[in-house]
């Protein structure tokens, strides 16, 4: 069983940035697919950037992300970064990453519940 914890969440101001890190062990991280949510006070879970498993680079994002953040991996530290750029307050959100095996066919899914295992998440929080 894979785990997965989250790091590097925080308070800045609009305009500023994060990188948030997830760790993973108890498996390989090539073999997994990993999804960054969020969810804010009254809203559902929201995908935010997905990153294919071993090799791949793929990714998608959500449409009001892209440009602002990106996700990589090194997969020699089981580690998922999200580098947020440009936060806006409605940024603002508990941030989780998610890990799911990869199998034939399956290519980056947004939706958290895709996702087999997910880490506690950190807080981000952008103020005005």
């Known amino acids: 069983q894979v785990q997965l914890v989250e790091s590097g969440g925080g308070l800045v101001q609009s305009g500023g940035s994060l990188r948030l890190s997830c760790v993973t062990s108890g498996a390989p991280l090539d073999d997994y697919l990993v999804l960054w949510f969020r969810q804010a006070p009254g809203r559902a879970r929201e995908g935010v950037s997905c990153i294919n498993a071993g090799n791949d680079s793929s990714t998608d994002s959500l449409e009001a992300v892209k440009g602002r953040f990106t996700v990589s991996r090194d997969n020699a530290k089981n580690t998922v970064y999200l580098q947020m750029n440009s936060l806006k307050s409605e940024d603002t959100a508990v941030y989780h990453c998610?890990?799911?095996?990869?199998?034939?066919?399956?290519?980056?899914?947004?939706?958290?519940?895709?996702?087999?295992?997910w880490g506690q998440g950190t807080q981000v929080t952008v103020s005005p």
């Open positions: 998610a890990a799911l095996r990869s199998r034939r066919g399956l290519y980056c899914p947004l939706n958290p519940i895709s996702y087999l295992y």
